[in-house]
C-alpha cells in the first residue's frame, strides 16, 4: 500500500510540476532561470531538514555520489526545462520512457540489478508505445523528428536523469532518502547556478505563484522518489514513473491545447501495459 501511495503521489507531482515548468519559461523566463530557482527553494527546504545530521560521519563514496548526483540533476533537470519550453507536453512525456533503458544499463553496470525476461519484455512495450504518441507529431516517427530542438534536449535530459537516479541509489544506499534529498537540492543549487550564469538579462515577470508551486511539487516528487529507490530497483521504478504518460498526455491536451489526443493516449495505453508486466515481475 506505501509503495502505491508513493508511486502516486510521484506521478501527480512530477507531472504538475511539468505543467509549471512549461508555463513559467513559455512565459518569457529563461529557462536555466527556472532551473536554478527551483533548486534554490529545494535548498531552503533542505538546510531546514538538514539541522541535526553528523555530515562528518559519512562516507567518501557518499560524497562522491552526491557531487556526481548534483552535476546529473542540474544538467538533467535544466535540459528538461528547455524541452518544455517550446515542446509538446503529450509528446515528451513519452519520450521520457527511454529512461527505463538507460537507468537499465546503468544499473547493470554500477548496482548489478539483472532484469528478468518479463520486465524486459514491459520495457520494449514501453518503448513501441512510444512509436505511436511520437507519430501524433507533424514530422511522424522520423529522423526529421530526431533534429526538433525539443526532442535532442529531452533525450539529454533522460539520459542526464537517468544516470542521476543510478548516483542517487548509492546515496541512499550510504545514508537515508532524507539525507539524499538534502544533499540532492543543496548540490543540485550549486550546479545549476553556474548554468545559469551565461543566461541573458532578459526583463521577464516573474510569477513567484507558479515557481512556489513548482518547487512544492518537486519536493514532493523528490522525496517519494527516494523513497521507491530505497525500496526497489532503479529500472523498475523509473519505469513505474512511466505511469504518468497517460496524465500527461491529458495534461498538454487540458492546458495546451495539444493535439492527436487518441493517438496519443492509444500509444500511452500500450506503454502502460509495459509498465503492469514490470510491476509484475
Not at 523509473?238 to 497517460?246: G, M, T
Request: with cysteine; charged share 15%; aromatic share 12%.
Amino acid at each position: 500500500m506505501l509503495i502505491a501511495v508513493l508511486v502516486a503521489a510521484r506521478i501527480l507531482t512530477n507531472s504538475f510540476a511539468n505543467v509549471f515548468q512549461k508555463k513559467l519559461a513559455g512565459g518569457g523566463m529563461p529557462s536555466l532561470r527556472v532551473n536554478f530557482l527551483t533548486y534554490l527553494g529545494l535548498s531552503v527546504i533542505a538546510l531546514i531538514m538538514a539541522c541535526g545530521y553528523d555530515w562528518t560521519a559519512f562516507s567518501g563514496e557518499f560524497w562522491l555520489f552526491a557531487v556526481l548526483t548534483g552535476i546529473c540533476g542540474a544538467l538533467g533537470n535544466g535540459f528538461l526545462v528547455m524541452a518544455l519550453k517550446d515542446g509538446e507536453l503529450s509528446v515528451l512525456g513519452p519520450v521520457n520512457a527511454y529512461k527505463a533503458v538507460v537507468a537499465m544499463l546503468g544499473g547493470l553496470i554500477l548496482l548489478r540489478e539483472v532484469p528478468g525476461l518479463q520486465g524486459l519484455a514491459g520495457m520494449a512495450l514501453i518503448i513501441g508505445g512510444s512509436y505511436l504518441v511520437l507519430d501524433a507529431s507533424p514530422e511522424r516517427f522520423s529522423l526529421k523528428l530526431l533534429q526538433r530542438r525539443d526532442i535532442q534536449f529531452r533525450f539529454y535530459a533522460l539520459c542526464f536523469t537517468a544516470l542521476e537516479a543510478v548516483m542517487l541509489k548509492r546515496v541512499i544506499s550510504c545514508s537515508s532518502p532524507e539525507a539524499a534529498f538534502i544533499i540532492w537540492c543543496v548540490f543540485g543549487a550549486f550546479f545549476a547556478f553556474f548554468l545559469s550564469l551565461p543566461v541573458r538579462r532578459i526583463q521577464a515577470r516573474t510569477d513567484w505563484r507558479r515557481l512556489l508551486a513548482l518547487i512544492l511539487c518537486a519536493a514532493a516528487m523528490q522525496l517519494s522518489t527516494n523513497y521507491l529507490f530505497k525500496h526497489m530497483e532503479v529500472s523498475y521504478a523509473l519505469s513505474l514513473f512511466q505511469l504518468s504518460l497517460l496524465l500527461n498526455v491529458w495534461l498538454g491536451y487540458r492546458f495546451f491545447r495539444e493535439r492527436e489526443l487518441l493517438k496519443k493516449t492509444a500509444g500511452a495505453v500500450v506503454m502502460l501495459i509495459g509498465s503492469v508486466l514490470i510491476i509484475c515481475s
